[in-house]
């Protein structure tokens, strides 16, 4: 079960820091959540692959799987495995959004908002089922997620790195042919397993990875 973050909701429907919020609205949002959580269905698939090349250009994997990017080897450097992730909230949660756009722009921008605090959140507990004991005695942490579309990693990989989390089959996230992920509540991303003895083992999603300065919902450490 996904949980959602109320200040993150609130950031994603444009409100900065600062801005003040009414008991009303913070109010709308948690009853948004209790009704989306009740036809959420969470799910994902992770593969943890060892990494055989890393040439500042493009990681090429234990299984022959290649992906070009130089903003992606430089997130990976270092890194001796990372894991490719596919995770979703269902069709239960596009249902939400296609009847919540006919109530209103307040109401479609509300639960777009909390769904994709929700998203976040189920990354986020997932990461922790990822690493073993051994893993974090070890001294070994996940980096931040980096998904297709991020920096200079192309979203055309896409199709390819679907087929490679057997997503479809797996957790029944499939894409349109203009490569929009369905259900639309869905993710895909690559997590660097890195070597940092006495670090969180769990170093949560941030922006910083991402050329899109002027996004209006970055968030920088």
């Known amino acids: 079960m996904a949980t959602y973050n109320q200040s993150e909701a609130l ?13 009303e609205q913070k109010n709308k949002l948690d009853d948004i959540y209790s009704e989306l959580a009740k036809v959420a269905l969470c799910r994902y698939h992770a593969v943890r692959l060892a990494i055989v090349l890393n040439t500042g250009d493009y990681v090429a994997f234990e299984n022959g799987y290649v992906l070009t990017s130089k903003d992606l080897a430089t997130k990976l450097d270092g890194c001796d495995e990372a894991i490719l992730l596919c995770a979703t909230l269902g069709s239960e949660i596009d249902r939400e959004l296609m009847q919540a756009a006919v109530r209103g722009v307040e109401k479609q921008v509300m639960v777009q908002a909390v769904a994709t605090s929700m998203l976040e959140c189920y990354c986020d507990e997932i990461e922790a089922e990822l690493l073993t004991k051994d893993d974090i005695d070890a001294g070994l942490c996940l980096l931040p997620r980096f998904s297709p579309g991020y920096g200079d990693l192309s979203i055309q990989v896409q199709p390819e790195f679907l087929r490679q989390v057997d997503a479809a089959r797996r957790v029944g996230v499939t894409l349109t042919d203009g490569l929009v992920m369905t259900p ?19 170093e949560h999603h941030d922006c910083s990875c991402c050329s899109l300065s002027n996004c209006a ?5």
């Open 11 to 23: 950031r994603y429907m444009g409100c900065k820091s600062g801005t003040e919020v009414t008991e």
């Open 184 to 202: 639309t509540k869905s993710i895909s991303a690559i997590i660097g397993v890195a070597y940092k003895p006495g670090a969180n083992p769990l």
């Open 217 to 221: 919902f970055r968030k920088d450490k």
